[in-house]
C-alpha cells in the first residue's frame, strides 16, 4: 500500500488538502478548490508569499524569492515549495471556492 501524501493545512480557512509530491502546495491547494494569492507562479514575485506555521518544504528551485533570512523567520512561497511532512500555512487572503455564491444563469431563448 502506498504512503499517503502529506496534508496541507490552510489557516485560517482552516482547510486541510492533500499535498502529493508531484505538486506545489498552492497547485494542491488550487486542486482542492482552495484559492491563494499568485502571479508569476516560478518563485519570483513574491505574490503568493505566505506563513509556514509548522511542516517542513523544499523548494523545486534552487534559488526561490525569499531571503534565508525570511525562510528562518517563517515565510514560504507556495508556489515553488513542495510538502515534505505535513505542512500548515497561514494565508488571510484564501478563498475556499466551496464558499463562493452560486449565480444561476437565465437561460436564453
Ligand atoms: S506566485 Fe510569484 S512567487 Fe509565487
Redesign the pocket.
Known amino acids: 500500500m502506498p504512503a499517503s501524501a502529506p496534508q496541507l493545512t490552510i489557516l485560517p480557512i482552516a482547510r486541510v488538502v492533500e499535498a502529493p509530491e508531484a505538486l506545489t502546495l498552492?497547485q494542491a491547494a488550487l486542486a482542492a478548490g482552495v484559492v491563494l494569492?499568485?502571479?508569476?507562479?516560478?518563485?519570483?514575485?513574491?505574490?503568493?508569499?505566505c506563513r509556514l506555521v509548522n511542516g517542513d518544504v523544499r523548494y523545486r528551485i534552487e534559488w526561490?524569492?525569499v531571503t534565508a533570512e525570511e525562510r528562518r523567520e517563517g515565510w514560504l512561497?507556495?508556489?515553488?515549495a513542495v510538502a515534505v511532512a505535513d505542512v500548515t500555512i497561514e494565508q488571510p487572503e484564501a478563498i475556499d471556492a466551496c464558499d463562493l455564491p452560486v449565480r444561476l444563469a437565465r437561460p436564453r431563448f
Open positions: 498552492l494569492p499568485s502571479s508569476c507562479r516560478n518563485g519570483t514575485c513574491r505574490a503568493c508569499l526561490p524569492g512561497l507556495p508556489c515553488v
